[in-house]
């Protein structure tokens, strides 16, 4: 996984949407409402950054750190759920 | 449930274009009666459709019908639909997409093509839908990817094509389906009027499942294999729409809303249209889109079952179908008082006399001839 830049796989969209506050992933005929974090890492995996990177990136925002665990679970998860693929 | 402030968005417009279509499937959901509902929507009014909707929160969009490439505006309505963020879907029987409407309906922003098989084999295909479809399929199928779009390959199953379950599969895995969704049929309208014919047998159904297992199995993440299982078969019912009045949002195509597409036969209903109403008010204030919304309105033994918030008492119009009443609990649960309907059902499925009542196949001049709505 470290040497792959995740994307949302091809006929998913990651969008924000106001009347939910939230960001959702939509694919065909289904949409997923996505929590904050969720949301946070989705919207990192556009095919550039590494996971390194992603995980650097939300440290950074959220002045903490040790979150890589989470993001990890979190991305072999959507990868499972066929919202990711690799580049 | 009358409070406007604790109602949610609807998730999903899924927008009946027009009931024109050049099959004539036998399980077909559109009513039954829908040759007395001719009139269209106009361009204008399915765009301003769209954006009520969408200011709404609505942010998935099935363009569906009959067959929604009858339609000559199809284009013009998905551009919009792309141009508002929704994710739209195409609900095709492919009959009517060739290289230049699949290129308009790309450069439109389509995110998504639904096609519909009624076999793997063109003699049943064109058997079940009473056309010879089945060679325009699998060329619609090839457009669909030569566009790069991920294709969710849908075939209605019953009596007639479940024994084929496996070759249906494979025929999936050969047109290189993203999806294929194994929709057994749910006895609504068309095919309500064929249930004899079309009932599977509990053996038969379990069978299915099991080879689709195996096929899930076999292919991993390459295709994602959906069995939607028949109420007739369980002990409990689905939630009606996920919930009516909260998810979905269908708009037929003389304009009138319903919270599910088969609602329209429920007598004593008033359900608005959106050339007199607009989409907020009619999801929110309307007597059709309020009157079995939450739980408050159920009847026993609903009302006091610790499951009601799992099901919502099940289907409005299956109680109808079965019991008359749109208010009953759907006989499906076996805490209904009327769940012996659905045991004498699955009992005659393995007994069909098949050959008393030929199939009825949806038709302009078969839809005139029906007195009942459902």
Avoid at chain 2, 219 to 234: A, H, N, S
Wanted: glycine share 6%; hydrophobic share 40%.
């Amino acid at each position: 996984m470290d040497s792959g830049h995740p994307c949302i796989r091809r006929g998913f969209r990651l969008q924000w949407e106001e009347a939910q506050q939230a960001h959702v992933l939509l694919y065909p005929e289904g949409m997923v409402k996505l929590n904050a974090s969720a949301g946070a890492i989705l919207s990192r995996c556009d095919g550039a950054r590494s996971v390194p990177e992603i995980i650097a990136e939300l440290e950074q925002q959220y002045a903490c750190t040790g979150l890589e665990p989470e993001v990890r679970a979190f991305l072999n998860l959507a990868t499972e759920q066929r919202w990711l693929q690799w580049a | 449930m009358g409070m406007s402030e604790a109602i949610g968005p609807p998730f999903w417009l899924l927008a009946e274009l027009t009931y024109r279509c050049p099959l004539h499937c036998a399980f077909c959901y559109n009513p039954v009666d829908f040759a007395r509902h001719e009139e269209e929507l106009s361009t204008e009014d399915w765009l301003r459709v769209l954006r009520e909707a969408r200011a709404l929160g609505a942010v998935q969009c099935g363009f569906s019908g009959g067959e929604p490439l009858q339609r000559d505006d199809l284009e013009v309505l998905v551009a919009e639909a792309h141009r508002l963020g929704y994710y739209s879907n195409l609900i095709t029987s492919g009959i009517g997409l060739n290289e230049r409407r699949i290129r308009a309906l790309k450069d439109a922003g389509l995110d998504h093509i639904q096609l519909s098989f009624q076999d793997s084999t063109r003699e049943v295909n064109d058997f079940l839908s009473s056309t010879r479809t089945f060679d325009l399929k699998r060329k619609a199928a090839a457009l669909i990817k030569s566009q790069n779009y991920p294709m969710v390959m849908n075939c209605v199953i019953h009596r007639l094509n479940i024994e084929h379950i496996e070759r249906i599969i494979e025929l999936a895995v050969e047109l290189d389906a993203d999806y294929l969704e194994l929709a057994n049929v749910q006895f609504y309208a068309w095919a309500q009027r064929n249930r004899a014919q079309l009932m599977p047998t509990h053996e038969q159904l379990q069978r299915a499942e099991a080879i689709t297992q195996q096929w899930r199995e076999r292919l991993g993440t390459r295709m994602k294999l959906l069995f939607v299982v028949p109420d007739y078969y369980e002990s409990r019912p689905k939630k009606c729409m996920n919930g009516w009045g909260n998810v979905f949002l269908t708009v037929t195509p003389d304009g009138t809303a319903l919270p599910c597409h088969t609602a329209r036969m429920l007598p004593g209903l008033a359900f608005p249209n959106v050339r007199e109403m607009n989409v907020a008010d009619i999801w929110l204030r309307s007597e059709g889109f309020n009157r079995y919304r939450g739980t408050g309105w159920l009847p026993e033994p609903c009302r006091s079952c610790p499951e009601k918030e799992k099901d919502h008492g099940g289907c409005r119009c299956q109680a109808y179908m079965l019991t008359q009443d749109a208010g009953a609990t759907d006989p499906v649960c076996d805490k209904s008082a009327h769940h012996e309907l659905i045991l004498q059902a699955r009992e005659q499925a393995t007994q069909p006399k098949l050959t008393e009542q030929p199939l009825i196949f949806r038709g302009p001049a078969e839809s005139r001839r029906i007195d009942q709505p459902f």
